[in-house]
């Protein structure tokens, strides 16, 4: 299976997708099954409608968020580097002359606060290019160039810019490690992110500290706006149902699992790895 047939089954089984397969099926089947097709659209639309709430959004990114609250920079172990991992930004491309950047962002910028903490002396940029986006365009020489400017040495920062996946991104950000004799790490991402990276990142092996970033399950007041659709919503539930798959695919796999960590450098095949969720 390809990264971009993967994407494809992964966007029908998130809200918007299975919500209008559900409305669009549920619209056909009225013509021959009139109460099952009007029960489907009605499925689909209160579902996406749920689905659309920030009380949905924020309850279930709190899930994947809880066990890795925000910390201050002073309080990271040491270590010997700092990894962060891309989908921040959108390197430039074309007509884009600067890298467009999300709300993952914070990433870099934590990483970037983490290294003028002292927490250690090197980056590694770990993040390359989906095969549907511009070709050559890996993220990693992006973050560098972003994170320079806030005050990281060049020198001081490594790339790893083949990965797409973060299964690829543990797979060959530890095989770099490896060829310089760096046996403990300390890993940026998203807090959302942070149980499938941190478990994938132990399978090979390192040794791996957290520092999440970028926390989005924080709840506001609850309100009548709470329970009414909104674009936001929508974005926070479809990201947690897209890291709960994740996880859930990862664990079939064995990729969760400490012990895989040999099998999983020693197996590894570029085209089979392109079947894991990004």
Not at 84 to 93: D, I
């Amino acid at each position: 299976m390809s990264v971009f047939a993967a994407k494809i089954i992964g966007l029908l089984a998130k809200p918007l997708g299975l919500g209008l397969l559900l409305i669009l099926g549920g619209a056909l089947l009225s013509r021959w099954r009139a109460r099952l097709g009007r029960g489907l659209v009605v499925v689909g639309a209160l579902g996406l409608w749920a689905c659309a709430t920030p009380w949905m959004g924020h309850t279930l990114m709190a899930g994947l968020e809880a066990p890795f609250p925000p910390q201050e920079a002073t309080s990271v172990p040491k270590a010997e580097a700092i990894v962060v991992l891309g989908g921040g930004l959108t390197p430039p491309a074309g007509r884009r002359t600067h890298a467009d950047l999300n709300d993952a962002a914070d990433r870099l910028w934590h990483a970037a606060r983490l290294y003028r903490a002292d927490v250690a002396p090197r980056i590694i940029a770990s993040g390359g290019a989906l095969p549907w986006r511009t070709p050559g365009a890996p993220s990693a020489p992006a973050m560098e160039a972003l994170m320079t400017r806030w005050g990281v040495p060049a020198d001081a920062i490594l790339h790893e810019a083949k990965s797409t996946t973060t299964r690829t991104n543990a797979v060959y950000t530890a095989r770099l490690c490896r060829d310089r004799g760096i046996e403990q790490v300390v890993l940026v991402t998203s807090a959302w992110h942070m149980r499938r990276a941190l478990a994938t990142f132990r399978a090979t092996g390192v040794e791996v500290v957290p520092a999440p970033t970028d926390h989005q399950g924080i709840r506001d007041p609850f309100t009548l706006m709470s329970v009414l659709p909104a674009a936001e919503g929508l974005q926070d539930t479809t990201t947690a149902v897209h890291e709960y798959l994740g996880l859930l695919y990862y664990w079939w796999n064995g990729w969760l699992s400490p012990a895989s960590g040999a099998a999983l450098e020693a197996g590894w095949r570029g085209p089979q790895e392109a079947a894991a969720p990004v």
